[in-house]
């Protein structure tokens, strides 16, 4: 089982973009979008929120706000869509009417929702009875069917603070039902479509490859990959605690605060899971890998760097969520952040990298699912750069959700491209 769960790791963050022009669902660019954009904040502070999720009730269109708070939506004619839902750990959703015409430049205000927790007496206050029992019922929780999940993934690559890569795609995700034991080794993750940016600078290259890319989408659904964190076999390797309760989607979730509490070969993780009270579904992990031992993180993250170059891992963490629709619950966000140092022997000072990878589901089918060929499945071996487009059309994603850029990143966008000029 230990090695099992090292090899898990080893191949859950390879740090790829590949490129693969065999569009899986063929879109209909003759329908007429509905565009509605703005800014989400907390109604009490004035605050920009990010991460807020963003659904249209009775579909399967969804995005999520970026770190400034702002979104943009799309929305077909023909979807029926009569609102759209805003939904936040912490917040009581809210829904704003859609009457079939753009919107630009809305601001929306949530309000905070503050809840008293009722005691778990049914737990007796055991964190790890509790997340024994909500293990035993994910396949009662989670999608007993195949999915195929159309996501926008982004990465970015920061040295120190400026911009050196940007990468964007559509991606398709083949999911397995999650009644299925290992079913993550017969998911498949295809790019439809996507565009890169990269420095022209000879001195902005970065000389390691690190883990990571869009199978984050895979691996980092911890429901469905238990060797991550969420295996009885293994469970013993941490101390759970009830850290108290939130509201999310209108529903009461216990607060699940985890931290290692044995050595182990291989890095395990600190954080905290949401669990909804009723269902006992999980809704939301936030967690980070435990960087007391740097080597063992590095060994996890780092696939190859050149002999005369010291890496040293700062910060690995990650934010996984799910939508629920129905009574069932399906992935919907990933973001993993690592924040690391590189520097060359005989150098003074090691330079800041920051890598940023998220992946925000924005369509799915569960009907007549087609699987993703061998062929065209994502790889290892794949590299995106050769084949990505650029960022010079504007019109490049169409009809697609995106996760909207930043005012910060747009800046970057701006400035890599003079240097193509």
């Not at 800014?39 to 009775?58: C, M, Q, R, W, Y």
């Not at 939301?284 to 435990?290: G, L, S, T």
């Not at 993250?301 to 629920?324: D, H, I, T």
Request: with cysteine; proline share 4%.
């Amino acid at each position: 089982m230990k090695t099992k769960i090292i090899q898990t790791l080893a191949c859950f963050f390879i740090f790829i973009l590949v490129f693969r022009n065999f569009p899986l669902n063929a879109k209909d660019d003759n329908d007429k979008l509905f565009i509605i954009s703005g800014i989400v904040k907390d109604k009490e502070s004035n605050k920009k929120l990010a991460n807020v999720s963003i659904f249209v009730p009775g579909t399967n269109i969804g995005t999520v706000t970026n770190s400034d708070g702002e979104f943009s939506i799309k929305i077909k004619e023909n979807s029926q869509a009569s609102a759209i839902e805003f939904v936040h750990i912490g917040y009581s959703n809210l829904q704003l009417p859609f009457s079939g015409r753009d919107i630009f430049d809305t601001t929306i205000f949530i309000s905070p929702n503050a809840i008293v927790l009722g005691q778990a007496v049914i737990f007796g206050g055991d964190a790890q009875k509790l997340v024994k029992k909500a293990i035993e019922k994910v396949k009662d929780n989670y999608s007993n069917e195949e999915n195929l999940l159309t996501g926008f993934y982004r990465e970015t690559v920061q040295k120190r603070k400026p911009y050196i890569s940007v990468s964007e795609a559509i991606i398709d995700v083949y999911k397995r039902p999650y009644q299925e034991d290992n079913g993550i080794d017969r998911e498949r993750v295809q790019i439809h479509k996507g565009r890169q940016l990269l420095s022209q600078k000879a001195k902005d290259t970065l000389a390691v490859l690190l883990q990571g890319g869009p199978t984050l989408s895979v691996y980092l659904d911890i429901v469905k990959n238990p060797n991550m964190i969420l295996n009885l076999e293994t469970l013993s390797d941490y101390k759970f605690t009830i850290d108290g309760n939130i509201m999310m989607n209108e529903r009461e979730h216990y607060i699940i605060n985890f931290s290692p509490q044995v050595v182990s070969p291989y890095p395990l993780y600190e954080g905290k899971l949401y669990i909804e009270k009723e269902s006992l579904t999980f809704s939301r992990a936030e967690f980070n890998m435990d960087m007391s031992d740097v080597q063992k993180v590095t060994s996890t993250v780092l696939r190859k760097k050149p002999a005369r170059l010291r890496f040293k891992p700062e910060e690995v963490s990650f934010l996984v969520s799910y939508k629920k629709q129905g009574d069932k619950s399906y992935i919907n966000y990933v973001k993993n952040n690592v924040r690391f140092k590189c520097d060359w022997k005989r150098k003074l000072f090691a330079t800041n990298y920051t890598v940023v990878s998220e992946m925000v589901v924005i369509d799915r089918i569960q009907d007549n699912v087609p699987q993703i060929s061998s062929k065209y499945a994502f790889s290892p071996n794949q590299s995106f750069t050769d084949k990505a487009s650029d960022f010079k059309d504007a019109d490049f994603w169409k009809e697609y959700n995106i996760i909207e850029p930043t005012e910060s990143l747009e800046l970057a966008v701006n400035k890599l491209r003079k240097q193509y000029k």
